[in-house]
T-cell receptor, first 116, second 116 residues
Framework: EAQVTQNPRYLITVTGKKLTVTCSQN?????MSWYRQDPGLGLRQIYY???????DKGDVPEGYKVSRKEKRNFPLILESPSPNQTSLYFC???????????????FGPGTRLTVT | AQSVTQLGSHVSVSEGALVLLRCNYS??????LFWYVQYPNQGLQLLLK??????LVKGINGFEAEFKKSETSFHLTKPSAHMSDAAEYFC??????????????FGTGTRLKVLA
């Protein structure tokens, strides 16, 4: 089954304790991305990756890191989480077409993170 | 920079009535436009997309949207609402790389309520 998986689905942590949220896709997609969803703000892109070892900032990258060492995986790292990073996080992937990201994205089920 | 504006964070319609969800975009280049739906406690899934070609786009579950360049709009419609349409709907635009980025920009979402 074609899918994007995220782990963990729920996470409660404390301020400053490093954490990693994993994301994996089995569709051989080139493009992967992380979003955070907050009430009234919709989805905001944190980072995206066009392919292995190619990453770029989205609109809200502060406080986050990513890496793309393998095509299927795109982990999100919070090195020193703070309460304002409490949010619902989604990973997504899409196939890349010539000229840009015109393909639709496939979303994971989400990770609800609470930082106290 | 590209942007998306969704008018109306909450829309209520009666079952069987017309659904109209509004989306306006700002783009300096021909946009790639998408509508996604999010059911409670789930990730997002694609309803429909416009890349090039026909300006009236049909999607899943009876939804359609019309790309109007002169109005910079991409409104989502469905002739007859069903109870199962209750969800949150997001309009999105993607960069095509012309400005050096491949971001996805989402609107803030419209929560659709269907009244029996």
């Amino acid at each position: 089954e074609a899918q994007v998986t995220q782990n963990p689905r729920y996470l409660i942590t404390v301020t400053g304790k490093k954490l990693t949220v994993t994301c994996s896709q089995n569709m051989n997609h080139e493009y992967m991305s992380w979003y955070r969803q907050d009430p009234g703000l919709g989805l905001r892109q944190i980072y995206y990756s066009m392919n292995v070892e190619v990453t770029d900032k989205g609109d809200v990258p502060e406080g986050y890191k990513v890496s793309r060492k393998e095509k299927r995986n795109f982990p999100l790292i919070l090195e020193s989480p703070s309460p304002n990073q409490t949010s619902l996080y989604f990973c997504a992937s899409s196939a890349q077409s010539a000229g840009g990201t015109r393909r639709e994205q496939y979303f994971g089920p989400g990770t609800r993170l609470t930082v106290t | 920079a590209q942007s998306v504006t969704q008018l109306g964070s909450h829309v209520s319609v009666s079952e069987g009535a017309l659904v109209l969800l509004r989306c306006n975009y700002s783009s300096s280049v021909p946009p790639y436009l998408f509508w996604y739906v999010q059911y409670p406690n789930q990730g997002l899934q694609l309803l429909l997309k416009y890349t090039t070609g026909a300006t009236l786009v049909k999607g899943i579950n009876g939804f359609e949207a019309e790309f109007k360049k002169s109005e910079t709009s991409f409104h989502l419609t469905k002739p007859s609402a069903h109870m199962s349409d209750a969800a949150e709907y997001f309009c999105a635009v993607s960069d095509n790389g012309a400005s050096g980025t491949y971001k996805y920009i989402f609107g803030t979402g419209t929560r659709l309520k269907v009244l029996a």
